[in-house]
């Protein structure tokens, strides 16, 4: 059974810098397309980025592009979320998701959740 263990979440001053890691397990990594959603209180699930199974493939939302990077390392089963020039609306726990196919922001599409990892940006 697939694991995802998100991790690297806190609390930070606004405009500092963060890095999420999400270890995989219980599947070949290299066999799924990764993405990161965050929800904040009171709203829905947004997708935030997506790589695809080798990592030549990436896509950002609007909101967050320029400022955050996804990336993968396949030989340890781990997809990172660069979150730089953090601000006050990025707070939200971020989930990390996994599905085999292409690559997709519809999170109905997404087969296997982490329990997420808490991000708080002090303005």
């Known amino acids: 059974q697939v694991q995802l263990v998100e991790s690297g979440g806190g609390l930070v001053q606004a405009g500092a810098s963060l890095r999420l890691s999400c270890t995989f397990s219980g599947g070949a990594f290299s066999m799924y397309a990764m993405a990161w959603f965050r929800q904040a209180p009171g709203e829905a699930r947004e997708f935030i980025g997506v790589?695809?199974?080798?990592?030549?493939?990436?896509s950002l939302a609007n909101s967050v592009k320029g400022r955050f990077t996804i990336s993968r390392d396949n030989a340890n089963n781990t997809v990172y979320l660069q979150m730089n020039r953090l601000n006050f609306e990025d707070t939200a726990i971020y989930y990390c998701?996994?599905?085999?196919?292409?690559?997709?922001?519809?999170?109905?599409?997404?087969?296997?959740w982490g329990q997420g990892t808490q991000v708080t940006v002090s303005s």
């Open positions: 790589i695809n199974q080798s990592g030549g493939f990436t």
């Open positions: 998701s996994a599905r085999r196919g292409i690559t997709t922001f519809q999170e109905r599409r997404y087969d296997y």
